[in-house]
């Protein structure tokens, strides 16, 4: 046996312990708390009223944010790599905010937001007296998750755009296509699976975002939480089953959307090959 395949063999071995220590034990520990007591015991913390409050908020803001974020997404990618009114520095710049998220703590974020539109800011109290409060409200929720995932779509379609060029698009136009037709018409079939990608992102990461929403919210029962903070909560009350009931719920999600990310995949070479 040569000396890279034996390396190759224990970086192997340590991939598959890594995975298994991080990710199968922890994952088979909250199966198993949360049917220490049976069945019946899972669905009594599901179906309790605060329950399905977290879950009815997860559910909404995970909508809201997955279309805002598309619409808004692809408008900015749209926008940094074909907009020829964008500077050079211009560009940077827009790059640099995309990222921030990245860099800054999600906490961070969540914090930023109660700074400027809380309920002691000027904005926050105009707007609480119209009737529309941002802070411990769902706007701010939705705000929060909206700023953790902005980057995620963005950057999911902008080398997709710079890949296929503008040459099928310029032609379109001269051929007397409007803007909104070159874009359903030639830019969409070329970008639908960098948007699809973008999509599943943003649901994995608005169903498990805390920090951000922890701040915005107030993680007040019944009005503002969601089902991670009801996590949080229960763990921080010692009812643990009841947190890992919600744990295994967000964990079946994720990995529902992974195996669709899969399947995705898969019918993209399909369609790339028949291509």
Excluded: C
Excluded at 8 to 25: N, Q
Excluded at 95 to 109: K, Q, R, W
Aim: no cysteine.
């Amino acid at each position: 046996m040569s000396k890279r395949s034996g390396t190759a063999r224990v970086l192997i071995v340590l991939t598959y312990a890594v995975f298994l220590l991080l990710l199968i034990i922890p994952l088979m520990q909250v199966v198993l708390s949360a049917m220490e007591h049976g069945v019946s015991s899972v669905l009594a913390s599901l179906t309790r009223p605060e329950a399905l409050h977290a879950m009815k908020m997860t559910l909404s803001v995970v909508v809201v944010v997955t279309l805002l974020n598309t619409m808004f997404g692809i408008f900015m990618a749209i926008t940094i790599v074909r907009g020829s009114w964008i500077g050079r520095s211009l560009r940077r710049w827009l790059n640099s905010i995309i990222d921030l998220p990245y860099a800054v703590s999600p906490v961070i974020g969540g914090f930023m937001i109660v700074l400027m539109l809380g309920p002691n800011t000027v904005v926050g109290t105009l707007l609480a007296d119209a009737g529309i409060p941002i802070v411990y409200a769902f706007p701010g929720m939705v705000l929060a998750t909206l700023f953790v995932t902005f980057p995620l779509m963005v950057r999911e379609v902008v080398p997709v755009l710079q890949e296929i060029g503008t040459q099928q698009e310029e032609a379109a136009s001269m051929l007397g296509a409007y803007q909104w037709t070159t874009f359903w018409r030639v830019t969409w079939p070329s970008i639908r699976w960098g948007v699809l990608y973008g999509v599943v992102l943003t649901v994995a990461r608005s169903l498990g975002e805390f920090g951000a929403v922890l701040v915005v919210s107030g993680n007040i029962m019944n009005k503002t939480q969601t089902m991670t903070t009801l996590v949080y909560q229960d763990v921080d009350n010692f009812n643990i089953a009841s947190a890992n009931s919600l744990a295994l719920v967000l964990a079946a999600g994720s990995i529902a959307l992974l195996l669709f990310m899969e399947w995705a995949k898969k019918r993209k070479g399909v369609h790339g090959d028949a291509h």
